[in-house]
C-alpha cells in the first residue's frame, strides 16, 4: 500500500504503545528503502503510511532525526548479526574474513534498498549526523580485524617476507578499510548494474579477498562456497 493509500490506523488499547513505535519504524525503514529520493522523507510521510497523525509521532521520536537515526541502528545490526552469524565456526582465520564479507556483499545484493539506507548517502547531515553511523564503524572494526588475523595467519611460503607483512593498527585500520571500499563498490555496481553479465558473485568475492590477502584464489573460493552452503 502506497502512503497516498493508506488509511486510518485503529488506535491501540492502552499499555501498547510500543506497537505504534514499531510501526513507525517499519514504515520509516520501507520508505527509505523504496523512495527514490530518500533524502526527502518527511514525518507527515510516516505518519500516513501508518495512518496516524503525525503529532503522533512525537511520543516516540523527537523528530525526524532521531526516527532515521533508530532506523540506521536497527539496519546495522542486522547487517553486523549477519556477518557475526555467518563467521560462527569459522575453521580459522581466513575462513572467518572469508564468511564475514560474502555475508556483508550477499546482504547487500540482497537487499538492495536496506543496503542503499546504510551507504547510499544523500541524507542532509543535519537529518543524519555522521556520528549517527557508529553501529557502522564497529562493523568496519569487525572487517580489520579479521583481515588483519588472516594476513598474520599466512603461511610464510604464500606472501611476503615476514618483516614486510607487520603492520600497525593504522596500517591494518587502513587495508580494512581499502577492502571495505572494494566491497562496497562490487555491492553498489551488482545493485545499479544488475542487467550486465556479471561473474559469479562468489567468485567475485573471492578475487576481491585474493588481492587483499594474497591467498590462492581457489583457496578463497572453496571456502566462500563453504560459507555459502552453511547460509
Partial sequence: MSSEEAVPRRRNPRGQGQV????????????????????TLTLRQVAREVGVAPAS????????GALVQHVLRL?????????????????????????????????????????????????????????????????LGSVVASLAGARQ????????????????????????????????????????HGNMPWPDLTDL???TLALHTGRPVDEIVELARTADRST
Avoid: S
Fill in 20 to 39: 505504534l513505535k514499531a510501526e513507525l519504524v517499519e514504515a520509516a525503514a520501507r520508505l527509505l528503502a523504496t523512495l527514490e529520493r530518500p533524502e
Fill in 57 to 64: 509521532i512525537y511520543g516516540h521520536f523527537p523528530d525526524l
Fill in 75 to 139: 539496519r546495522y545490526d542486522e547487517l553486523a548479526a549477519v556477518m557475526r552469524t555467518a563467521a560462527d565456526g569459522a575453521e580459522g582465520p581466513l575462513a572467518d574474513l572469508v564468511a564475514r564479507c560474502a555475508a556483508y556483499v550477499h546482504w547487500g545484493v540482497d537487499h538492495p534498498g536496506q543496503y542503499r539506507t546504510l551507504f547510499g548517502g544523500g541524507m542532509p547531515a543535519e537529518l543524519v549526523p555522521t556520528n549517527a553511523h557508529g553501529a557502522g564503524e564497529e562493523l
Fill in 153 to 192: 595467519a599466512q603461511p610464510e611460503h604464500q606472501g611476503r617476507h615476514e618483516h614486510q607483512d607487520r603492520r600497525g593498527p593504522e596500517q591494518e585500520w587502513q587495508a580494512g578499510l581499502l577492502l571495505w571500499t572494494a566491497l562496497h563498490g562490487l555491492v553498489a555496481l551488482y545493485n545499479a
Fill in 205 to 207: 568475492i573471492a578475487q
